[in-house]
């Protein structure tokens, strides 16, 4: 489905140069300032360039999995606190918080199986449960990869600053604005640059927490003893005064508060993207590298808080409280080595969670570009810069995280309970499709009775920690997420009725034009390089594109001899998935060409074609329109326009400028430029209402 008609508006950057690149092509001052920041652009040609771009296990678990690893700075801060005074079920809640880490990331290894091709909780609700659901999950996925941004660059800058004089926190909300612009940059230059560049922070946090961890449990092994028999006392004490089910709610409501803790795990699913060939067993392995870690860090962060005696302090999180008692009186030879290693692994977390945030700039941005080209959002977000990244849905991700950022002043409770209910909505629809998927399909998966119980429980447990949390955290932030969720919900579906609208409008013009015969008799007409040219953009063989060529001729009649037909194959985010799909794209492209010059020729008409393959639709077609008027000398180019009857502020929101866009920078190269417009009604009429004339 496009968004403008001609040319084909899905397309999106760069193009092979010309052989003579025209002046008016290169880059101005602020272009070749752009161009040192973000890199030159990728080849699409390079036989190499999806190997360099795609990520082993090891590479995506650090830009995937830094997201769930990360949270175990939170998330057992998070649940300990709520236990109060009953510390005693810390234990079992170790133990609970690591089999949940591990019911749900076996849960998405058999998604990612069912679901080869990505896109997480999204695709899962939008193909197993309807396309309403999806846009739910779709919509909760969005606000909660921004969330994922706000929410790790908030905790790494607690982490910092816990070790930072107290003095200095007033310019905490800077340091993290300055750490989104950072990565915003980082990721515009490509995920892979970005992801190796944040490599040794990931390193260095696994060595000093595994030090933290493995320490605080040797050191407190002593009182393992007693936190057994206070288990058992103070269960019995519970009991009597709270009875059983007052218990239960009391951890219920501790193991629930800590769900940021299992926030990071769909990252894989919806990154499947990236990763290397084998796309699914790379996957599979990033899941099970996270699963181990997170489980055995977040619960082993939990039980040395139980085994050290650590209490809440205000102004430090629980993590520098606890490492400032293993560690602050360490000394050698008089040197305060424990507390170079306190701020070293602080410092690594901080660290750690920036890189977190990669995951909202990773995966934001490709659900966007899943909903995108099913018309939920603006089809420019399925585009690719010619760095080969999503480039507005990057920006769209850090513009946003800056702004909640900004509303919420970068409180980390707030923007943990908003992150959790965003999560848990995903995780409960996700696991709701896959139990229905094995419930109606018991006759044809063999498994079925192995895989039902696992994403069950993943149901029953999802679903707790959601209900849990918004009931408990519903004026502490829980609101302010779901008017977010449930403002983006509605927006989804004002635009995808707009859309459904508009192009509903063009089905009659494919219907009519789009079935003319293939090939015919007539003698092919010989093309005269010196006879007037018309250049036309087209996208898909199409009603579109046959009106324009017929539209030219009852405008111009008998005045224009040939017909070139110009075409750019974009790479976008639908169509980004290898080399093989790069080839694909050309051939198809090609075809469509074909067909066109063999309807032109039977019309009478010299006609030619010229195909680019890139990823910005102006920049190829711009320079394939200059290299067709250095043969062409007497050529004109025609592109078409969507105008509506009543013009809105968002419609060049909804549907790109090209042919504006194009037009300038052809007149500015000296060429002509006619602009056919397409009329449009908004509402839906009885009979056909797209028609096109001269502008």
Known sequence: MSSDPVPNPEAGGGVPPADEPSAALAPGAWGRFVRFLLGKPRDLRDPSLFRHLSLVAFLAWIGLGSDGLSSSAYGPDEAYR?????????????VATAVTVF????????????????????????????HRFGVISGSALLVDYVLTITVSVASGGDAIFSFLPESWLRFKLAADVLAVLFLLVMNLRGVRESVTALMPIF??????????????????????????????????????????????????????????????????????????????????????????????????????YLLTGTHAVAGKTMNAVAMENLFGAWRVGGVRLGAGFVVLTLASEGALLFVAAQTGFIDGPRVMANMATDSWFPHRFRALSDR??????????????LALLVV?????????????????????????????????????????KRHLPVHLTGLVLCG?????????????????????????????FVIRAHYRRVFG?????????????ASSGTVARAIDPKQPTAILLVGGYGGLGIHSLLNVQRVFPGFFRNVVFVSAG????????????????????????????????????????????????????????????????????????????????????????????????????????VILPIRVREAPPRAPAVTARAA
């Open 203 to 304: 390193v260095v946090f696994l060595v000093t927490h595994g030090v933290f961890i493995v320490w605080g449990i040797v050191a407190g092994a002593h009182h393992l003893g007693p936190a057994v028999h206070e288990l058992r006392a103070g269960t019995a004490a519970g009991l009597s005064s709270l009875g059983a089910w007052g218990l239960f709610l009391v951890f219920l409501r501790a193991y629930s508060l800590g769900g940021g803790t299992y926030t990071g795990i769909e990252a894989v699913s919806n990154g499947l993207q990236i990763m290397r060939e084998p796309k699914v067993q790379t996957a599979q392995r990033t899941m099970v590298y996270m699963a181990v870690s997170l489980a055995a860090t977040a619960g082993g962060i939990i039980l040395v």
């Open 388 to 401: 080969l990244t999503m480039k507005n849905g990057v920006q769209l991700m850090g513009l946003s995280a």
């Open 464 to 492: 707790s920690i959601l209900v849990v949390t918004l009931t408990e955290k519903f004026t502490e932030g829980g609101w302010l997420t779901l008017v977010i969720t449930v403002g983006v919900i509605a927006l989804c």
């Open 82 to 94: 709520a236990l109060g005074v009953h510390t005693y079920l810390a234990i079992w809640l170790a």
């Open 103 to 130: 019911v749900i990331s076996y849960a998405y290894s058999r998604i990612i199986e069912h679901f080869p091709g990505g896109g997480g909780g999204y695709v899962v609700a939008s193909k197993l449960l309807g």
């Open 505 to 517: 409008q063009f089905a009659h013009l494919n219907e009519v034009l789009g079935d003319l015969p």
């Open 570 to 673: 974009i790479i976008d985010s639908a169509n980004f998935k290898g080399a093989g799909e790069v080839a694909r794209l050309e051939e198809r492209t090609r075809g469509d060409l074909a067909r066109y010059v063999d309807l032109a020729r039977r019309l009478g008409l010299g006609a030619d074609s010229r195909l680019a393959i890139g990823t910005d639709v102006v920049e190829a077609t711009t320079a394939l329109c200059v290299q067709a008027s250095r043969e062409f000398p007497r050529a004109v180019v025609f592109g078409g326009k969507l105008i509506f009857e009543e013009e809105r502020w968002y419609h060049r929101f909804l549907h790109n400028e090209t042919a504006h866009a194009i037009q300038r920078r052809v007149q500015f190269a000296g060429l002509t430029m």
């Open 408 to 448: 919420t002043r970068g409180s980390v409770d707030a923007l943990v309970v908003m992150y959790a209910i965003n999560v848990f909505i995903t995780f409960s629809l996700s696991e709701l499709g896959m139990v229905r998927f094995y419930v109606t399909h018991r006759k044809t998966e063999r498994d079925w």
